[in-house]
């Protein structure tokens, strides 16, 4: 029987969170009795501390419970450790997804690390962002770019998403990135590449939307486009689960709900809801449905539930972490994979006030939060010059938007 320790390593603490079991039929995770003592609720509605005995996970979480699942990656981080596995002589038949935590060790997003740690990366420092994207463009083609892998496997942690991405320290005022610490090597900053099938604009167009973002008021970390080599890009963001050093607690909305992201299966009420349950901050629910306004203002429909996140803070409250992986995006069947007040297709301004309504807000606030946001898009235009998008796809993206803004502006 496999065993993992899961340690909770949240704003400068340390302490043991429970124990992991693969039985080979299921796995089980039990909470320690300090965790309980310490009493702090990091999964109150799927997987609270009064919980008796052992608790199970679903399926689409490959058994883990919600709050253990969020430090596994997806897409791009899977792909990675996979071959990484490959390369040792295992086969993904055969590694649990206590492997899977244990080689993440330290380094999952968030504020979990797992005991004993199966760390297969060794060190490097300083860090040149066009040989990695060069290094992820050979990952994606050939398997066996063993140099590129190792370079990335050191660097992926466990990020999610599809995108190739790397988390480093990156100092925005030197622009160098590195993996070393010390007073000039920056702060945790994940940045990501485009995919195999994508123009090098695409980080372009996520840049253009954090600034947009930013514009409208949404809280967002702080984003810097990189042109490397007038031949690859990349998009960075500082990151939201660090602090000076320290890491701070999350939890995705598909863990709190232990809802299958890969499936739209949500609609934006359990959101503002949920925001409600943890928060207890009508603050905190405004704004996300100011996310929603913004995802259906910039056809953003790659909206599923790992898209949005909590964010524990020194007194042990949630929040409602800042808005992340916003970009164009046509989503399942042209629809949002998170649906405003039960539409999908095309959500207008009286599907937004409809969806206030079930999530407890007033109109004038929907309203106000709606004619804001809608102000905002005039910004667009301008924000996009500063960047290297190309003409074409800069046309298409403001005709697509022109329609949303007009649904969402008259109703």
């Not at 005022?173 to 994940?190: F, H, K, N, T, Y």
């Not at 959101?271 to 405004?286: A, H, I, N, S, Y």
């Given at each position: ?76 981080g899977l792909l ?48 040149d962002l066009a ?16 140099e590129a892998l ?262």
């Amino acid at each position: 029987m496999k065993k993992l320790h899961v340690i909770y390593a949240g704003w400068g603490e340390r302490w043991t969170l429970g124990a992991l079991a693969d039985t080979g039929q299921q796995i089980l995770f039990e909470y320690s009795p300090q965790a309980i003592q310490q009493g702090l609720e990091l999964a109150p509605l799927r997987a609270p501390l009064a919980h008796v005995g052992a608790i199970t996970g679903e399926p689409f979480f490959m058994g883990l419970p919600g709050l253990i699942a969020d430090a596994l990656p997806d897409g791009w981080g899977l792909l990675l450790m996979d071959r990484a596995f490959r390369r040792a002589g295992r086969m993904s038949a055969s590694i649990s997804p206590l492997d899977r935590l244990a080689f993440i060790g330290e380094r999952a997003m968030g504020a979990l690390a797992f005991e004993p740690a199966d760390d297969m990366a060794s060190e490097q420092n300083e860090l040149d962002l066009a040989q990695l994207a060069r290094d992820a463009a050979l990952v994606l083609d050939n398997e066996d770019a063993d140099e590129a892998l190792r370079h990335l496997l050191l660097l992926g942690g466990s990020p999610q998403g599809a995108r190739p991405k790397v988390l480093v320290n990156f100092n925005p005022v030197s622009g160098r990135a590195s993996c070393g610490i010390g007073p000039d090597a920056g702060e945790p900053w994940l940045v990501k590449f485009p995919a195999g099938n994508e123009h090098r604009d695409a980080c372009a167009i996520e840049a253009l939307y954090a600034r947009l973002a930013a514009h409208c008021g949404l809280e967002m970390p702080e984003s810097h486009f990189f042109d490397l080599d007038g031949k690859y890009s990349a998009f960075g963001v500082r990151r939201f689960d660090r602090e000076g050093g320290l890491r701070i607690p999350l939890q995705s909305l598909s863990a709190a709900l232990n809802a299958d992201y890969r499936l739209p299966s949500l609609d934006y009420e359990m959101l503002l809801r949920l925001t409600r349950r943890l928060t207890g901050d009508e603050r905190e629910v405004v704004k996300a449905f100011e996310r929603c306004v913004f995802n259906v203002l910039t056809h953003n429909r790659d909206d599923h539930s790992r898209n949005f996140a909590f964010r524990l803070d020194r007194q042990r409250r949630w929040q409602l972490a800042p808005a992340f992986d916003l970009t164009f995006n046509e989503g399942p069947r042209g629809e949002h994979f998170t649906t405003i007040a039960g539409e999908g297709r095309a959500p207008a301004r009286n599907h937004l006030l409809e969806l206030a309504r079930r999530g407890g807000l007033t109109a004038r606030q929907a309203e106000e939060s709606i004619d804001r946001l809608c102000n905002g898009m005039s910004a667009l235009p301008e924000l996009a010059k500063e960047l290297p998008i190309r003409k074409s796809q800069l046309t298409m993206l403001l005709r697509v938007l022109k329609e949303d803004w007009q649904r969402v502006a008259q109703g």
